[in-house]
């Protein structure tokens, strides 16, 4: 059983509009992750996130996407005004270690659609 | 920059047959590689991984990967698959300071009975 649930499974919305995906651990994590796959193509790294601070992020994490973990537990990815090809599938990973070696394990995901 | 590349789109095999999913990948320093498994519909479950010692690894589900380092490959093989081992399987390539992970395209494995 993965050790982050995800919320919500799925979700619909309209272009525009801002959507707050929430990946929630189960045990005290540090490192978290977000990628997302658009239907029928490659797992895509996001962002990541430790420390309550972003410490890497790909060309797709534009000024549109925001992360947080407001409350110590719960780790959020925000899009601030969807558009249709935000629509994918998104995971939230953590990292298991504090060392190199680390191995990532993924939530359940979120499938987002925008219509 | 870090590339994964699974050449099959697509492989069929007969259940009870053995299996062999290629992967490649491009990195500069030592990679860290994985293997991940996704039924439809769902998330990715970690099948095994490989940081260093022996290049042979064993996962779950009767899994084993190797790593060639001189062929920059890590191929997938079961020897006997199952009917529920069809799914989408996906290589990926990790290790610099992120620790981001790079994800081939996935190679969709079909069971036939």
């Known amino acids: 059983e993965p050790e982050v649930t995800q919320t919500p499974s799925h979700q619909v919305t309209q272009m525009g509009q801002e959507v707050i995906l929430r990946c929630v651990p189960i045990?005290?994590?540090?490192?978290f992750y977000w990628y997302r796959q658009i239907l029928g193509q490659k797992v895509e790294f996001l962002v990541s996130f430790y420390n309550n601070e972003i410490s890497e992020k790909s060309e797709i994490f534009d000024d549109q996407f925001s992360v947080e973990r407001p409350d110590g537990s719960n780790f959020t990815l925000k899009i601030r005004s969807t558009k249709l090809e935000d629509s994918a599938m998104y995971f939230c990973?953590?990292?298991?270690?504090?060392?190199?070696?680390?191995?990532?394990?993924f939530g359940p995901g979120t499938r987002l659609l925008v219509l | 920059a870090q590339s994964v590349t699974q050449p099959d789109i697509h492989i069929t095999v007969s259940e009870g047959a053995s299996l062999e999913l290629r992967c490649n990948y491009s990195?500069?320093?030592?990679?860290?590689l994985f293997w991940y498994v996704q039924s439809p519909g769902q998330g990715l479950q970690l099948l095994l991984k490989y940081f260093s010692g022996d290049t042979l690894v064993q996962g779950i589900k009767g899994f084993e990967a190797e790593f060639k380092r001189s062929q920059s490959s890590f191929n997938l093989r079961k020897p006997s698959v199952h009917w529920s081992d069809a799914a989408e399987y996906f290589c990926a390539v990790g290790g610099n300071a992120g620790n981001m992970l790079t994800f081939g395209g996935g190679t969709r494995l079909m069971v036939k009975p």
């Open positions: 045990s005290n994590h540090l490192y």
């Open positions: 990195y500069g320093a030592t990679p860290y």
């Open positions: 990973a953590y990292r298991s270690a504090s060392g190199r070696q680390e191995t990532q394990y």
